[in-house]
């Protein structure tokens, strides 16, 4: 089984091209060529298929199906997204291209261009809208553990708790985020953030079925979202994470460009994988 792997502000991803099949993988399978340690290792396992049917507004490019380290299903990524959408450029061996892609949380557009050497690409994303959860109250902003000066409840396609904080770095996310997130039945990212001195934003993340990763991408749209609700930035937002910058523009749909980068072609092992699956 040939893979690639690849990251987005070291958010990294294994990518299996399947145009024959629009199957997902099994969460065993996942869980084992995600391990750093017994696998190969990454945050999560997307598959990239052509699906089959009708659609009324055009046939995607790819449908995109995520698996997040944990083998649980994940509606969306966008950095997961972003890696994808540079897998299929490699593959039609182009540097610019634009695809629409399928997920579970509705399509999203990808434009693909070239980034700053060859293992790298541009990639801007048409996230959709975002829009504000229900708040189950019962002070969940109390599990961060310090002051948290405003927060809010975000739908990238995925569950987001964007938490505003004086200083991120203070955060014990290896405790808050598994303490905030079983506050919710269905599990939820969660962002520690807090506004710089040029309108951006700093950004931790506990994502669900992953942990503490170097960035987020949905994360980082639904931070940019919440903070510009709260008069805290414009609609161009530079958000930076540990692994890296990406921009955020926030309007009628949330558009997110970051890069991803190539890191190698990979051969799952058969056998491996077969012992995973049993």
């Known amino acids: 089984m040939r893979v690639t792997k690849h990251h987005g502000l070291g ?55 995520l698996r997040n380290a944990d083998g649980g299903r994940a509606e969306m990524s966008g950095n997961g997204i972003r890696c994808l959408a540079q897998a299929e450029a490699r593959r039609m061996g182009v540097d610019r ?65 964007v938490l505003l904080v004086d200083d991120p770095s203070q955060v014990d996310l290896a405790v808050v985020g598994p303490a905030v997130e079983r506050r919710f039945p269905a599990g939820i990212n969660v962002e520690v953030v807090a506004p710089t001195a040029g309108g951006g934003l700093r950004l931790r993340v506990w994502e669900r079925g992953a942990g503490i990763t170097e960035a987020c991408g949905t994360g980082a749209c639904a931070a940019a979202w919440a903070a510009h609700g709260w008069g805290l930035t414009g609609v161009d937002v530079t958000v930076h994470m540990p692994g890296g910058e990406a921009a955020v523009m926030v309007g009628d749909h949330v558009t997110l460009v970051g890069p991803a980068t190539y890191v190698a072609d990979i051969d799952l092992d058969p056998e491996g994988a077969r012992a995973a699956c049993r």
Request: glycine share 10%; charged share 25%; aromatic share 4%.
């Open 11 to 65: 958010n990294d991803f294994l990518v299996l091209l399947d145009p024959a099949s629009d199957d997902d993988v099994p969460p065993e399978l996942a869980r084992w060529a995600c391990d750093r340690r017994r696998g190969v290792g990454a945050d999560g396992f997307v598959v990239g298929s052509v699906p089959t049917g009708f659609f009324p507004d055009g046939p995607p490019h790819l449908r995109m199906l």
């Open 97 to 161: 291209v634009e695809l629409r892609i399928l997920t579970d949380a509705g399509m999203r557009v990808c434009e693909v261009r070239e980034g700053p050497d060859p293992r790298t690409a541009m990639v801007s994303v048409d996230m959709g809208r975002a829009r504000a959860l229900p708040d189950p109250g019962e002070g969940w902003q109390a599990e961060a553990g310090v002051p948290v000066r405003r927060a809010a409840l975000v739908d990238l396609g995925n569950p987001h708790a």
